[in-house]
């Protein structure tokens, strides 16, 4: 794994970045080892010891401008992945559920393209307003029978408020993130979703402050409710038989940082 990165400076604030990189993933126990019916209940997942960890060559080209009050990216790249793990449905039944098989192979090449833009935005009065965009289309380069993964695309807009005050002692953070309508091939038959996964707006709120510093060692107490809206959706990293994330969440934490 390693990677190769240059920065030009255009213009006084504004530089222009290239990276070009090799990454390497190992499949995790759950790919690798686990054979059950899935959580969800719809499917019987079968065991792959044979599965090749994935490989990829990842290019990104794009703009970073800090300005003034302006901090901004611009930036377009391309994964290609080699050895894709992907989940795929067998044909066969689970004599013992009744449920139709699905197992984790590698696919040939697996080609993602997308665009990232950003704005932050330093105001008056210790607050940030900022915003960012992000565009993924993926798609199944050497498609065939055998590992009949679809493409697919995505969109995510994603908006937040900060407020850092009392001299960096209190913070308090709304951050809202839309996805767009997805089309992902990680939906499998028999979803209860359908082809497409929906889409979903999300909201959560961050609130903190430092309780105590010394010299080493700051203390500090942060409340966060997630999931503000209690909408249901599904993450990628989970959709394949659309598996919910929680519900609305509170979670308060005490931090020591030395």
């Known amino acids: 794994v390693g990677s190769l990165n240059a920065i030009v400076e255009a213009v006084s604030g504004l530089n222009l970045v290239g990276t070009v990189g090799r990454g390497l993933r190992s499949p995790?126990?759950?790919?690798?080892?686990?054979?059950?019916?899935?959580?969800?209940?719809?499917?019987?997942?079968?065991?792959?010891?044979?599965?090749?960890?994935?490989?990829s060559l990842n290019v990104d080209l794009g703009a970073r401008l800090n300005r003034g009050i302006i901090s901004a990216d611009a930036f377009v790249f391309q994964n290609t992945v080699y050895d894709a793990i992907r989940i795929q449905e067998t044909g066969g039944v689970d004599s013992s559920s009744n449920l139709p098989q699905y197992q984790n192979v590698n696919i040939d090449r697996l080609r993602v393209r997308g665009v990232e833009l950003r704005l932050d935005m330093h105001l008056p009065y210790g607050f940030d307003v900022g915003g960012n965009f992000t565009h993924l289309d993926s798609k199944n380069v050497a498609q065939d029978q055998n590992n009949p993964?679809?493409?697919?695309?995505?969109?995510?807009?994603?908006?937040?408020?900060?407020?850092?005050?009392?001299?960096?002692?209190?913070f308090g953070e709304y951050r809202i993130r839309h996805n767009f309508e997805r089309d992902d091939p990680e939906l499998l038959p028999g979803n209860p979703v359908g082809s497409i996964l929906p889409s979903f707006t999300t909201q959560?709120?961050?609130?903190?402050?430092?309780?105590a510093q010394k010299p080493g060692l700051t203390h500090r107490l942060t409340l966060a409710v997630t999931n503000l809206g209690n909408?249901?959706?599904?993450?990628?990293?989970?959709?394949?038989?659309?598996?919910?994330?929680?519900?609305?969440?509170?979670?308060?934490?005490?931090?020591l940082v030395f």
């Open 28 to 55: 995790n126990l759950i790919e690798r080892f686990f054979e059950g019916v899935t959580p969800e209940g719809f499917g019987y997942q079968l065991s792959n010891t044979d599965l090749e960890p994935e490989t």
């Open 204 to 211: 959560s709120i961050h609130a903190g402050i430092m309780i």
């Open 231 to 255: 909408a249901l959706y599904a993450e990628f990293a989970n959709i394949g038989f659309f598996r919910p994330n929680p519900e609305r969440s509170f979670m308060l934490t005490y931090d």
């Open 149 to 170: 993964t679809g493409d697919g695309f995505s969109n995510q807009l994603v908006g937040s408020v900060r407020y850092v005050g009392w001299g960096g002692r209190l």
